[in-house]
């Protein structure tokens, strides 16, 4: 399975309309190579290196499986989760200092979660548990000026 975007390459910096700085739309997004008894996909998009700790941008689930792209701020019909900055809805990128690195994981599962809009990314890991077929990950990387 892979992720990937037209807007940046793995490992390579995110352009700032898709952080604070900018519109602070989602990025656009193609999904590949899904494993045939894929119920659902997930995506989570997290900041390894926020000071406070992992800090969470995105949280979406019960994505079909026929999903094969995101386009470019993309009004998001599923399931999403409560971010560290409170909203049910993609945050960019906002770092307080320095080049971090955001981490796009999307998994494959093989049953669809009973989770309600809102949940923590630690609920949605947990019902992901034992559920999970495949998954990929997309490095982008963002320092601000």
């Not at 470019?72 to 049910?88: D, M």
């Not at 599962?109 to 990314?121: E, I």
């Not at 999970?132 to 963002?142: M, Q, R, T």
Request: proline share 9%; net charge neutral; glycine share 8%.
């Amino acid at each position: 399975m892979k992720i990937t975007s037209p807007a940046f390459e793995n490992n390579d910096m995110i352009p700032s309309e898709y952080t604070c700085d900018g519109s602070d739309f989602s990025p656009p997004l193609v999904i590949s190579e899904v494993p045939q008894k894929t119920q659902i996909l997930a995506i989570i998009m997290d900041d390894p290196d926020a000071p406070m700790g992992t800090f969470t941008h995105w949280l979406v689930w019960n994505i079909p499986p026929q999903k094969t792209q995101f386009a470019k701020g993309e009004k998001i019909p599923f399931l999403q989760g409560k971010t560290s900055f409170g909203a049910q809805s993609y945050g960019g990128p906002c770092p307080p200092g320095g080049t971090h690195r955001y981490f796009f994981k999307l998994y494959a599962l093989d049953l669809v979660l009973n989770l309600k809009a809102g949940s923590s990314k630690a609920d949605l890991e947990k019902a992901m548990i034992g559920h999970i077929l495949a998954e990929a990950h997309l490095i982008g990387k963002y320092s601000r000026r």
